[in-house]
């Protein structure tokens, strides 16, 4: 009996160290995920603000603070969808009439006069930097991997692949309009450019309001310690066993 019960305490201090020890290489994997996607989402809020594109961002805040309101008084996911519908409609078609309605002439001049001192070869290169940053995206270079994403939870993984795709989009969206300005800028029409213009703020707003989910959760995690994490990842891992 005592050799029983020798090797059954045996197994189960074998089992608790495996438990801490997998629950401690996790924290590890969770704290580089974080500060790594930490320091990718200071990037992109810091390019943002100095290519003096604030205002979009800010519209991506405020819709998050809309959903937060939404949740605290008790709506459910049917109504934050209606939001990002109604908001959607509305956006697109106040942006598009404040296109229409604009007078870009004056402003369309020295445009043209800027793009026509840059090289002849603007073009290929802008079209080789779009590609670059795209598959540095997808490789993990200048975003975390979907691996790292996982050790950071489901929901985190969610919002990590949005993010990515969001930001994907956003590049190949922007690319065509672009090279088109920087190849012929004198029969560039804004106007004419309206509905691919629109689309392409209102998937920056996406963007921006996953940015602005995602980042604070991603330095909450980062500013833990392995401890802090391990200990978080086995009371995670005892109420999953419990329920």
Known sequence: MTDVL??????????????????????????????????????????????????????????????????VRGGGPKETVELAK?????????????????????????VVRNFQRMPKESASLLLESSKTTRQNIIDGKTFISDEEAATLGVAFT??????????????????TPLLLLVSAPEDFDVKSFSREICQLVWKGILVSKNIDTVAPAARAISSKSVVALTIQNIRNGSRLTKR
């Open 86 to 110: 109604n908001k959607k409609q509305e956006f697109l078609i106040q942006l598009k009439e404040r296109i229409e309605k604009a007078d870009f002439e004056a402003d369309k001049a020295e």
């Open 158 to 175: 969610n919002k990590c692949i949005e993010l990515k795709m969001g930001i994907l989009d956003l590049v190949d969206g922007a690319t």
């Open 6 to 71: 020798k090797i059954i305490l045996g197994v189960a201090a074998s089992a608790a160290i495996f438990y801490v020890t997998s629950s401690m290489l996790l924290a590890q994997k969770q704290l580089v995920a974080a500060t790594r996607l930490g320091g990718y989402l200071t990037y992109w809020q810091n390019w943002i603000i100095e290519h003096d594109l604030f205002g979009v961002y800010h519209e991506g805040m405020k819709w998050n603070e809309e959903d937060r309101e939404i949740r």
